[in-house]
């Protein structure tokens, strides 16, 4: 027995329309359609060979204390930038490490973000 692969990542929210704002509007992800989208609880957006799933449900509850998405951007400023833009809390700022640029957000519903950009690929 073995683990194929990382199905999906999935961050509780408590207000689903605030969440899809955040991540449709501010972060430009466009979501997988799925069946009965209307009276959906739980929403889906592929990037990369990658899913993040959001969803509301009494057992699910946010905490920055969580996992954490890492976004690979190639334009780490240009990126942050547009996050102050749209007054993003960061919860770490921007910073240097030997391998990496990154900077730590919260989104609409608490759940921790890393905006990251590998040295490598500058």
């Not at 989208?37 to 699910?60: K, N, R, V």
């Not at 833009?85 to 608490?110: K, S, W």
Request: aromatic share 10%.
């Amino acid at each position: 027995m073995k683990i194929l692969e990382f199905a999906f990542i999935g961050f509780p929210v408590n207000d689903l329309a605030r969440a899809r704002q955040f991540y449709e509007q501010v972060l430009g992800f466009e979501r997988t359609p799925q069946p009965n989208d209307a009276e959906a609880c739980w929403f889906e957006y592929e990037i990369g060979p990658h899913t993040l799933g959001i969803g509301q449900h009494p057992s699910m509850k946010p905490s920055s204390d969580g996992p954490t998405l890492a976004l690979e951007v190639d334009d780490f400023d240009g990126f942050i930038e547009h996050l102050r833009q749209h007054h993003v809390t960061f919860q770490v700022e921007p910073l240097q490490t030997p391998v990496c640029r990154m900077a730590m957000i919260l989104d609409t519903e608490g759940n921790k973000l890393c905006i990251h950009r590998r040295k490598s690929e500058e």
